[in-house]
């Protein structure tokens, strides 16, 4: 694989207990995320973990779940403006983690719309499904991709197929319980799906003015990064990003972000509960439109 500047930046969404984490444990070929585990499940923090594959550092960002709304609001904004700045300049490949084996809700629908809504249609380029819990659908490696084929085909919502149309029809299916060398068949071959969508895409990676507004930050800490520790680009980046999700920022830089997002969202959330309202979706609450 390979990008301008050697390095390919993924970011992870969905829905709570989807298994994101995994996904990137699958994926960086290592057990670098936190699995939550039973009733407690999913990512409640932003995490970010890196490796190098074929010369190209694959950066990967763990985003708390979407629809995550037993918790304070300023802490989910604060948790997506850590998720944006960790990924600046911005993801190459922004990867929706669903579940095969179970419906798509009217709350990943939401939050689906709430995030095309607060980043624009531009967001659907970089945009690639993966359905993960494939092994309950089948046993048979082989039969993956067919199998979940047809399950889209045959029983998916309305709502699911809009993000299906949205996303151009990519996706990929995935068993992150398999053995290892399943597992990193599977990378390879997810690896190779997403190369295929950076060259599509020219080599660009999506941004847009929320994320260049945070991202003016980030830049100045690098650059006291490599002063302060003699270190090369590559380190100070992966210092900084490491400083970003453990809150080892200017307290108002993170103040900042927050801000930027809750600007961002703020006319947002009306249209994504009438567009709900107009398609008969009934949410358990209005906060449930929230982007995580």
């Not at 922004?94 to 967001?123: C, H, P, Q």
């Not at 390879?188 to 930050?217: A, M, T, V």
Request: glycine share 8%.
């Amino acid at each position: 694989m390979s990008t301008d500047k050697g390095e390919c930046r993924v970011v992870l969404l969905g829905k709570t207990g989807a298994g994101k984490s995994s996904l990137g444990n699958t994926l960086l070929g290592r057990e670098a995320f936190e699995v939550g585990r039973g009733l407690s499940s999913g990512t409640e923090k932003c995490q970010f973990a890196d490796t190098l594959i074929e010369g190209v550092n694959l950066a990967v960002v763990d985003t708390p779940g979407l629809c995550d709304t037993h918790r304070p609001e300023q802490e989910v904004l604060r948790e997506v403006a850590k998720s944006v700045a960790v990924a600046e300049p911005g993801p190459h490949v922004i990867l929706m983690v669903l579940r095969s084996d179970r419906r798509f809700t009217a709350e990943e629908y939401t939050a689906y719309i709430t995030l095309k809504g607060m980043f624009g249609n531009d967001f659907c380029k970089f945009l690639f499904l993966v359905f993960v819990g494939i092994d309950q659908v089948t046993g048979n490696p082989d039969e993956r991709q067919s199998a979940l084929e047809s399950l889209i085909h045959e029983k998916s919502l309305p709502t699911l197929q809009e993000l299906i149309s949205d996303s151009s029809s990519r996706y990929f299916a995935v068993d992150n319980k398999a053995q290892p060398e399943d597992r990193r068949q599977q990378a390879k071959d997810l690896l190779s799906r997403i190369q295929e969508l950076i060259q599509k895409n020219g080599g660009r990676y999506f941004s847009n003015r929320l994320c260049e507004d945070i991202g003016r930050d980030v830049e100045p800490m690098i650059q006291r990064r490599i002063q302060q520790d003699n270190a090369t680009r590559a380190d100070a980046t992966r210092a900084v990003r490491q400083d970003i999700v453990k809150e080892n920022v200017f307290l108002d830089a993170l103040k900042g972000w927050v801000r930027v997002i809750a600007k961002a969202l703020e006319p947002v959330l009306e249209q994504v509960v009438k567009i709900a309202s107009e398609k008969g979706l009934k949410l358990m609450q209005e906060k449930q439109c929230s982007v995580m």
